[in-house]
């Protein structure tokens, strides 16, 4: 999974292209977008040139820098706890691109990609992926994958119905609630794919089935 945390005054304002992208997998903060900053530091005043720092533990001092390495643009103490959550904050520590004080960094955005994973049987082919962006759950069907009705659940009741023909089936679950493991599941009732942002770490199971004629 993987966060933008953007930039903003204390009155709410956001920094345009000030901002940068938590990935929780390999615990890394690194340069995102076109603005600065661009070199990162774990622990040290100094200035870098690398884009990036990884195996970032709680209390950890994260410093950015412009890209001449020499002006700090960035300054905060990576707290505890699921970073990957929409509209957490984190508290700018010093008075960088003249914020002032009571300045943070929010994140604006999570993703999350499940494996996709595909199941064949009788000639036919099946598949399809959730993706979480920000807010919004998104399933994909590619055209490749045979037609039939899919469904998208939630803890196991269906939210949604997809009648899929030779074209891709693309669209955003109704009233995404990240509280609850959501699953797509194929017309032969396997699941495809799996998103659980609870943490009770959910299976995913995967199942292939092929019978020659």
Not at 83 to 92: K, R, Y
Not at 137 to 145: C, D, F, K, M
Request: overall charge negative; glycine content about 12%; charged content about 15%.
């Amino acid at each position: 999974m993987s966060s933008i945390y953007q930039l903003h005054y204390a009155n709410g304002t956001a920094l345009a292209n000030v901002t940068l992208e938590w990935t929780s997998s390999s615990s890394t903060w690194q340069d995102h977008g076109t603005d600065q900053p661009v070199y990162l530091t774990k622990n040290s005043t100094s200035g870098s040139t690398t884009t990036s720092v990884s195996g970032v533990v709680a209390n950890d001092r994260i410093r950015g820098f412009k890209t001449n390495t020499s002006i700090q643009r960035g300054d905060f103490i990576h707290p505890s706890g699921n970073l990957d959550v929409v509209n957490t904050q984190i508290l700018e520590q010093s008075d960088t691109f003249g914020i002032g004080a009571g300045g943070y960094w929010k994140c604006i955005s999570t993703t999350v990609s499940g494996s996709g994973g595909g199941t064949s049987t009788e000639g036919s082919s099946y598949s399809g992926t959730l993706t979480v962006n920000g807010t919004s759950l998104e399933y994909e069907i590619p055209g490749t994958s045979s037609s039939g009705t899919y469904e998208l659940k939630a803890d196991g009741t269906t939210q949604l119905s997809i009648v899929h023909g030779s074209t891709a089936s693309t669209g955003s679950a109704p009233n995404f609630d990240q509280t609850k493991i959501w699953t797509l599941i194929s017309p032969m009732g396997d699941e495809l794919d799996e998103i659980d942002l609870t943490g009770s770490g959910g299976s995913l199971t995967k199942k292939v089935f092929c019978n020659f004629w």
